[in-house]
């Protein structure tokens, strides 16, 4: 049986994984080269933004545009959809 530690650290490692293979193909990226620029700077404008949003929708998290203007790297919106998640099993 997992631990609460190690539950989200899995959790994390899966927030990871999605939210750069959709970054990176709504960007045409192969990788992203570090995960505190803010996104807008890897290519991302509101037109993918809306996609990636959606793609996040279809997992169960709802964010706003805003959300992502106020955690505006990867690392920040790992971090926002992670506590999110936790506050939807956990409330």
Do not use: K, W, Y
Request: net charge negative.
């Amino acid at each position: 049986m997992l631990t609460v530690n190690e539950e989200q650290r899995l959790q994390r490692n899966e927030i990871r994984a999605f939210l750069l293979g959709q970054v990176s193909a709504l960007c045409g990226l192969n990788e992203i080269p570090d995960d505190q620029v803010p996104l807008i700077e890897l290519g991302m404008d509101s037109v993918r933004l809306l996609s990636l949003l959606e793609a996040l929708r279809r997992q169960g998290v709802a964010l706003g545009f805003i959300d992502v203007m106020e955690n505006p790297s990867l690392l920040e919106l790992e971090q926002l959809v992670a506590e999110r998640l936790t506050r939807q099993t956990h409330p």
